[in-house]
C-alpha cells in the first residue's frame, strides 16, 4: 500500500488490490482499475511529449465519461493541475476560465472544442471526430488513439501532497468565477473523511449523478477511487433516468442536490411497488431539501433500510458539517455537527465564538481548507484568514476558511443555518452571484441595469429573478429576445425565470442599486 498523499496514489492502490475489479461503468462499457492506471498512464505520457511541465494547467472540457476521467489522472500523474470546466458553459466562460489560469492543454468532446472562441488553447486532444476549430492554435491529438497506445511516461516526476491538484471554479460575489486552488491533500482527505462517515468499502456501487466540475460531484470519484468501488456515471437527469440507473447498476450510494430529489420522487410509485433494497445512503448537499420532500423520502427509503445523510458544504473548504442519519428528526435547517478531523467555529463580528442560540459567520478549520483564490490575492486575504481562536503565538501557522454563511448553534453543539450575507443565488444546485446574471444580460446590449435576485422555489433552490432597465427606450416586446440571448450565451441555470422591466432601478444613498429594495418590492408585489 502507498501513502495516501496523491490522487495517483489512490489509483495504484486500487490497482494493485483490484486490478480486474470493474472501477467505472459509462453506459454500456466497463472499465477496470487496470484499465484505469494503464490509459492513464498512456495519456500522461502524452502530455508529458505536449510539454506540460510540474504546476501547469489542464482543461478538461467534456460530458462526464471515462476519458474525463482518465484525464484527471493523467494531469495528476503528470504532475500538473486538472480543470474540470462545466460543460454547461458557452464559449465566453470557457474562453474566461482557459485565461484566467493560463490552461496548457485543453482535453475535451470535439462539439465543445470546435466552439471554443479563437485562440482559446495552444494544444488539444478530442475525443469522437477531428474537430475543425479556430480555439485551438496549435496541435490537435485523437485521444483514443493515445489511450489506447500503451505508452508510458517518459520521465516520473515527483507530485507532493502540497502541491496543486485541480482549481474548482466557483461564483464570486463579484460577478467573476473564481478559482479555488485545491491541493493534492484537499483531495484525498476529502476522499478520506466521506469515505468514513458513509463508511464505503469496495463492495459499495455509487452512481455519479453530480457533475465531475461540482466539488461533491468530485468527491464522488475520489472516495469511490480510495476504497476500491465502483462507479457508475449517470449524464440522464430526465425523471425516470435517474430510478432506471439506481435500479440498473443495483447502486447502494448516491449524493445529490435538491432538485434531483425532486426528479426521483416523481417516481413514487414505482419505488412503492418495488423498493429500493440495495440502496445503502442517500447524501445532500448543495442546498437544504424542502421538508415535505425529506419527509417522502424518509417514508419510502428508510423502511428498506436506506439511511439519509444531510451535509454542508463550500468550494473553499468541500465539506464541513454532516448530520447523522439518527438526528435526521431535527430536520432540514439543522446541518449537523463537524465532519471529522474537522473544527467549525461560529464566530461574531467581534472575532469572538458565539455563545449557544447567538447568530454568527460558520468559519472552517481543519485540513480541507483549500489554498485560497487562483491569482486573487483580495479575495483569497478576505475569505482565507488566521484563526481567530488560536493562542497570539500561533496566529500564523494556519489559515482558517470565512464561509460567509450566518448559522446557530444549539445547547447541543448542533449548527443550523440561518442564510448568506451576500445575496448568493443557488438554484439546481449552482451557486452564483447577482453580479454574474446581471452581468450576463447587460451584455446583449438591450439592458442598461440589472438586478438579478434568487426567490425561494421547492424545486430548485431559488428561481433566478431579474428587474431590468433598457437601453433606447425599448419595451415589454425584448423581453423574450433578452431571455434568448441569456439561453445562447450563458448555462441555462443562469438564465432567468423571470424578467421585469422598469424605468430605472432604485439606487441606495451611496448611488449603488437597491438589491434588498427591489427584491423585497418584487416579492411583496
Given amino acids: 500500500m502507498y501513502p495516501e498523499f496523491t490522487l495517483h496514489d489512490l489509483l495504484r492502490n486500487s490497482a494493485e488490490l483490484y486490478p480486474g475489479k470493474t472501477a467505472i461503468v459509462d453506459g454500456k462499457a466497463e472499465y477496470t482499475y487496470e484499465d484505469m492506471a494503464r490509459q ?70 470535439s462539439d465543445k472544442l470546435a466552439a471554443m472562441e479563437p485562440g482559446t488553447t495552444d494544444r488539444a486532444f478530442y475525443k469522437g471526430d477531428r474537430p475543425d476549430s479556430e480555439g485551438v492554435s496549435g496541435e490537435l491529438t485523437d485521444l483514443a488513439e493515445v489511450l489506447q497506445s500503451g505508452d508510458s511516461p517518459r520521465e516520473t516526476r515527483q507530485v507532493s501532497e502540497v502541491d496543486l491538484g485541480t482549481i474548482l471554479y466557483t461564483s464570486g460575489s463579484t460577478g467573476m468565477p473564481k478559482g479555488v486552488s485545491t491541493s493534492q491533500r484537499n ?78 420522487l416523481r417516481s413514487v410509485k414505482s419505488i412503492e411497488q418495488e423498493p429500493l433494497m440495495h440502496l445503502r445512503y442517500i447524501s445532500n448537499t448543495g442546498g437544504r431539501i424542502p421538508q415535505a420532500n425529506l419527509d417522502e423520502l424518509r417514508r419510502l427509503l428508510e423502511p428498506s433500510g436506506t439511511k439519509i445523510y444531510l451535509m454542508y458544504g463550500l468550494t473553499e473548504a468541500f465539506r464541513s458539517t454532516y448530520l447523522p442519519p439518527e438526528e435526521i428528526g ?110 450576463l444580460l447587460i451584455s446583449s446590449g438591450l439592458v442598461h441595469e440589472a438586478c438579478a435576485f434568487g426567490l425561494p422555489d421547492p424545486d430548485l433552490g431559488h428561481q433566478v429573478i431579474a428587474v431590468v432597465s433598457l437601453k433606447d427606450g425599448g419595451d415589454e416586446s425584448v423581453v423574450e429576445e433578452i431571455r434568448e440571448y441569456a439561453a445562447k450565451n450563458g448555462p441555462p441555470y443562469m438564465v432567468p425565470k423571470a424578467i421585469t422591466i422598469q424605468d430605472d432601478l432604485p439606487k441606495t ?11 423585497n418590492a418584487y416579492t411583496n408585489g
Fill in 40 to 109: 492513464s498512464s498512456a495519456l500522461c505520457a502524452a502530455l508529458q511529449d505536449a510539454g506540460v511541465e510540474k504546476g501547469d494547467r489542464v482543461g478538461i472540457l467534456m460530458e462526464k465519461s471515462w476519458e474525463a476521467i482518465v484525464a484527471m489522472l493523467a494531469a495528476s500523474q503528470a504532475s500538473a493541475a486538472f480543470v474540470n470546466l462545466n460543460p454547461l458553459f458557452k464559449p465566453r466562460q470557457v474562453s474566461y476560465v482557459a485565461k484566467d489560469c493560463d490552461v496548457r492543454v485543453m482535453i475535451g468532446d
Fill in 187 to 264: 483531495l484525498v482527505v476529502g476522499a478520506q473523511i466521506v469515505s468514513t462517515y458513509l463508511e464505503n468499502t469496495k463492495e459499495d456501487r455509487i452512481l455519479s449523478a453530480l457533475p465531475l466540475n461540482f466539488d461533491a460531484g468530485l468527491n464522488q470519484f475520489t472516495t469511490a477511487l480510495r476504497v476500491g468501488a465502483t462507479l457508475a456515471l449517470q449524464r440522464s437527469r430526465l425523471p425516470g433516468d435517474l430510478l432506471k440507473g439506481l435500479r440498473r447498476h443495483e447502486i447502494t450510494g448516491v449524493a445529490g442536490v435538491p432538485p434531483l430529489w425532486s426528479l426521483l
Fill in 330 to 439: 431535527r430536520g432540514t435547517e439543522c446541518i449537523g455537527k463537524a465532519i471529522p478531523d474537522t473544527q467549525i467555529m461560529v464566530i461574531n463580528k467581534e472575532g469572538k465564538e458565539c455563545a449557544p442560540g447567538e447568530v454568527g459567520e460558520l468559519v472552517h478549520r481543519g485540513p480541507t481548507v483549500a489554498m485560497g483564490y487562483w491569482g486573487k490575492e483580495e479575495a483569497t486575504r478576505k475569505a482565507y484568514r488566521p484563526n481567530p481562536l488560536a493562542p497570539p503565538e500561533l496566529l500564523d501557522m494556519e489559515r482558517v476558511v470565512y464561509s460567509g454563511d450566518n448559522v446557530r448553534r444549539d445547547e447541543e453543539g448542533f449548527l443550523y443555518f440561518i442564510g448568506r450575507e451576500d445575496g448568493m443565488i443557488k438554484s439546481q444546485g449552482y451557486r452564483m452571484s447577482p453580479e454574474e446574471v446581471e452581468n
Fill in 509 to 519: 444613498g451611496s448611488g449603488k442599486i437597491d438589491r434588498k429594495g427591489i427584491s
